[in-house]
């Protein structure tokens, strides 16, 4: 079996034409160079030096090896340089999970940002359910996910992230527009339309019917937002979502909010990734960037969607106007 550190010396030593050249660039001494070379001889039965007086001269199988060294310890500089580059985060792949909701109203401008600062970075998004999500980071299809937790795993680490508050919504005209507030105990007789089983805001909304005694009375689920509103903007039924999913809606009044009785929902949205995987700069670095734009003060005002895009806008403005 060939011995790199043997044919590197033996690499040194042919391009300088000079041990004690080679040994200053290997910081070892001539002799060891010497006897690292009579060893590499041995080892390929191949005399690889002539000697001219004090000179040294390649043999032609010396000079056809060092043809091949010189593609070899190239390649190795290829790869260290490769490996700097990553740690600097100059290339590397970003893969990352979330949920339908954030794919939509938050990512874009997320990993806009993380662009920016980051260039060099190739970004991967999958979407899907915090199920799947959570799932995918078990198969390593991803390596950090922002998703509701949907299942409590001790393989993963959650980090609280953000908090979003849920809106019942229902269409314009709606009986129940004509409430100034409803119990959880009268949407059981109301058609609901629910999100996918695995999704977070499922979770959330089934708990906070059990926590009433009661049930919700399901006419559809899906996994399509989108869907949902538009079967409620026809009046087929209600909804709990995320505000910020239907913002806009609300704002032009295609879709109406009915406040709920008592304490109000919100969906805990956590930062995920294994615990026992260190996570590659990449990886690292997006975490970073997402824990960088919690508020201090959190637990007494929770953030949301808006809230976070909102203060990414801020800093992109105070980064330009600097």
Same mark, same amino acid.
């Given at each position: 079996m060939l011995n790199l550190n043997q @044919? /590197?010396? &033996?690499?040194?030593?042919? $391009?300088? @034409?000079?041990y004690t050249v080679a040994a200053g660039e290997l910081f070892i001494t001539q002799p060891a160079v010497t006897a690292q070379m009579k060893a590499f001889?041995?080892?390929?039965?191949? $005399? @690889?030096? /002539?000697k001219k007086g004090r000179n040294l001269i390649l043999s032609d199988e010396g000079r056809e090896l060092l043809g091949y060294a010189e593609k070899i310890f190239k390649y190795e500089k290829e790869i260290e340089n490769a490996i700097a580059d990553m740690h600097k985060l100059k290339r590397g792949v970003l893969s990352l999970g979330t949920t339908k909701a954030y794919a939509r109203y938050f990512m874009p401008l997320m990993l806009s940002n993380f662009h920016e600062s980051y260039p060099d970075i190739k970004i991967q998004l999958y979407e899907g359910s915090s199920l799947d999500m959570t799932t995918s980071l078990l198969e390593f299809k991803n390596e950090v996910a922002v998703i509701a937790k949907a299942v409590d795993l001790?393989?993963?680490? &959650?980090?609280? &992230?953000? $908090?979003?508050e849920m809106a019942l919504i229902v269409a314009p005209g709606h009986h129940l527009t004509k409430k100034k507030a409803v119990a959880i105990e009268e949407l059981a007789e109301e058609p609901f339309i629910m999100k996918e089983k695995g999704s977070g805001t499922r979770k959330l909304v089934e708990q906070s019917f059990a926590n009433a005694n009661c049930e919700p009375n399901i006419l559809m689920e899906t996994s399509n937002t989108e869907f949902i509103k538009q079967l409620v903007q026809r009046g087929e039924g209600v909804s709990f979502l995320v505000r910020e999913a239907v913002a806009a809606e609300l704002s032009e009044k295609k879709l109406v909010e009915v406040p709920l009785k008592g304490r109000k929902i919100f969906l805990d949205v956590s930062i995920a990734y294994l615990r026992a995987q260190v996570l590659s700069p990449p990886a690292k670095a997006f975490v970073d960037t997402l824990r960088k734009l919690k508020s201090e003060d959190e637990d007494m005002h929770p953030m949301g969607i808006g809230l976070m895009m909102a203060k990414i806008l801020a800093q992109r403005k105070k980064t330009d106007d600097g």
């Open positions: @044919l /590197r010396v &033996f690499y040194h030593a042919a $391009k300088n @034409l000079n001889e041995e080892a390929c039965n191949l $005399k @690889l030096f /002539r001790p393989e993963v680490n &959650f980090y609280p &992230f953000s $908090k979003e």
